[in-house]
């Protein structure tokens, strides 16, 4: 079993940046960022392939945010710039524990979850 812990939420004016990072206590393949704020269902918000070389953003956040993986370290990153009032979320890290080669949107296709890191943008 694979932990995941997430850290680098906080509370930030919009416009503002934060960098949001995912440990992983194994071995991952796939690596996403999903977000659910309040009221709402959780939802995609980019993921990246396990060389790296594939990422896939959810059209809100595309040229916003960053995602980006250090394998050495089983750790993945999102950076966060040009923060809205609209991304207040709580953010959650997800890893696949076998190689589809996909960057998969899907939920359903990750098997490891975070507990999830809180950020919250001011307007």
């Known amino acids: 079993q694979v932990q995941l812990v997430e850290s680098g939420g906080g509370l930030v004016q919009a416009g503002g940046s934060l960098r949001l990072s995912c440990a992983a206590s194994?071995?991952?393949?796939?690596m996403g960022w999903f977000r659910q704020a309040p009221g709402e269902e959780r939802e995609f918000v980019a993921a990246?392939?396990?060389?790296?070389?594939?990422?896939v953003y959810t059209d809100s956040v595309k040229g916003r945010f960053t995602i980006s993986r250090a394998n050495a370290k089983n750790t993945v990153y999102l950076e966060m710039n040009s923060l809205k009032p609209e991304d207040t979320a709580k953010y959650y890290c997800?890893?696949?524990?076998?190689?589809?080669?996909?960057?998969?949107?899907?939920?359903?296709?990750?098997?490891?979850w975070g507990q999830g890191t809180q950020v919250t943008v001011s307007s």
């Open positions: 990246i392939t396990w060389s790296g070389a594939t990422t």
């Open positions: 194994g071995r991952t393949y796939t």
């Open positions: 997800a890893a696949q524990g076998s190689n589809t080669y996909l960057p998969d949107r899907s939920q359903r296709k990750y098997d490891y």
